[in-house]
């Protein structure tokens, strides 16, 4: 395992070196969040574009590494942030577990489940922590909600839909023509942006066990979905329904609804936009009640400027950084991560599922054949 420097800037826990891999849009994100936080800093990056990690490099006061292994090989590096396109993340993450860096590695973990299953048995093999950004689990209105299901608030779950309606323009996938791409970027709109709110739905919902969906390929030159929308029935027996897209203009904000026997929670960029209890209302009439909506009771968390609807750039670094100081935590602590390599797993299962299940225009059930 990597050394440490003694002492973060609180003078307590040890100070985690950052080596950023893949220095695009997102890999300047997590440069950041090394600087922002106190017990870490930003150490080095590499890019197969060695022009991209010397500007990474110049911008964040970092040093620019010209290959994997020489990044891998700095003892001052002890966790490494893996930004490489979708279909790039086991083969880095790997190489890196088995350098004995611990793991922060972008959404989706990987687009296969083989390749999935790899990158968890090397970290587990070489006892580092990882974690795979799924940074919506930290909005505040989803830490609420998730407090409340806890509790039981919700009663008996019933229904549970997630809808990540952005838009991206023909010059987004142009820029990297892997994000429209089945090779490198597994799929489109569902495995790129839909799964922040997938993720959320198994979060709160739990498993899924089976899916039929359809895809289509509505407004883009690419060869990979940019609408997609699934019906699932989840294994608890409640029902719902996945929709992502990149192409709905201007792009809306991602939104999770989970309704229970006890009540509803709307979620709407990381805030409570609707929070209805049965247990909390007088008599109820047989049509039900009326909602109320934005800023009504419950409503908390961030505001609106976090979304990345219709610019990914412009997704604030607060829950990156909440996701990264929970690792970080995790590995002073020697205990699991919030987000698990089992979790990032889990949520590819289920895109993958959504696929399998719009190829064959048939029902598809899981857990899948690995
Ligand atoms: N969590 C979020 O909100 C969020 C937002 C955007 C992107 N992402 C994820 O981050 C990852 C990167 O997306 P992006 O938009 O930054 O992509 P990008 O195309 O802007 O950047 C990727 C970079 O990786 C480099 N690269 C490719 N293969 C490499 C390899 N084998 N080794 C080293 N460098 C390599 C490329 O040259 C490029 O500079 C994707 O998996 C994407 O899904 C997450």
Partial sequence: MSSLTRGGADGRGPLHGFGVVGCGVIGARHAQVAKTLPNAHF???TDIAAERAKQLATDYGGEAEPDLDSLLAREDVDVVAVCTPNG???????????????????KPIDITLAAADRLIDAAQVAG????V???????AGLVELHRMLDAGQ???????????????????????????????GGGGALISQGIHYADLLLWCMGPVAEVMATCATAAHDIEVEDVEVAVLRFASGAIGSLESATAVFPGFRERLEVSGTGGTVVVEDGRIVVRELLAEHGEVGPYGSRVTEAGGAGASGASGASSGAADPAAITNDAHAAQVADLLAAIDEDREPAVTGADGRSVLELVLAVYESARRNAPVTLPLRS
Avoid: C, N
Wanted: net charge positive; charged share 25%; glycine share 10%.
């Fill in 128 to 131: 580092v922590k990882m974690t």
């Fill in 133 to 139: 950004i799924s940074q919506h689990r930290f909005d």
């Fill in 88 to 106: 790039a993340h086991s083969e880095v993450g790997v190489r890196a577990a088995r350098a004995g860096k611990h793991l922060v590695v972008e």
């Fill in 154 to 184: 919700l009663g008996r779950l019933v229904m549970g839909d997630s809808r990540v309606k952005w838009y991206r323009t023909d010059a987004y996938f142009g820029a990297a023509p892997w994000r429209g791409s089945w090779a490198l």
């Fill in 43 to 45: 150490v080095a990056a």
